[in-house]
Nanobody, 122 residues
Framework: VQLQASGGGLVQAGDSLRLSCIAS????????MGWFRQAPGKEREFVAT???????YYFSSVKGRFTISRDNAKNTVYLQMNSLKPEDTGVYYC?????????????????WGRGTQVTVSS
C-alpha cells in the first residue's frame, strides 16, 4: 500500500485545513487508518484514527476541532482541521494497517505516507 498525504499549508490561528491521504496499490476499506504529526524537535504523535467501521478516536487536544473520515470509493482518508492553533504546527503523516483496531502508536502501523507540512501562525 502506498499512501500520499496532501493539503497542508500556511494558515492563521482559527483557520481551517483539510488534509487528504490517497491510497494506491490495494483497497484500504478494511484497514485502520490514522493521522500523526511531528513538530520540530519532537516525537511523532498520534492525532486521530478511523476503523473500517468508521469508528473514530482522537487525541485529546484535537477532539472537537478535528474530524477524520474516509471515502472508500476514492480510497481516501481525510482530516478536517478547524480552529487551528499554533501548537497544531507540524508535519502531518497518514498511516494504515491491516489490523483493524484502534491504533494510537507509531508501531501499530505498517504503512506510512510522506508528510505534508501544516504551519499555523498566531
Amino acid at each position: 500500500v502506498q499512501l500520499q498525504a496532501s493539503g497542508g499549508g500556511l494558515v492563521q490561528a482559527g483557520d481551517s485545513l483539510r488534509l487528504s491521504c490517497i491510497a494506491s496499490g490495494r483497497t484500504i476499506n478494511d484497514y485502520v487508518m490514522g493521522w500523526f504529526r511531528q513538530a520540530p524537535g519532537k516525537e511523532r504523535e498520534f492525532v486521530a484514527t478511523i476503523l473500517s467501521s468508521n469508528s473514530t478516536y482522537y487525541f485529546s487536544s484535537v477532539k472537537g476541532r478535528f474530524t477524520i473520515s474516509r471515502d472508500n470509493a476514492k480510497n481516501t482518508v481525510y482530516l478536517q482541521m478547524n480552529s487551528l492553533k499554533p501548537e497544531d504546527t507540524g508535519v502531518y503523516y497518514c498511516a494504515g494497517d491491516s489490523r483493524d483496531k484502534i491504533a494510537t502508536l507509531v508501531l501499530d502501523y505498517d504503512y506510512w505516507g510522506r508528510g505534508t507540512q501544516v504551519t499555523v501562525s498566531s
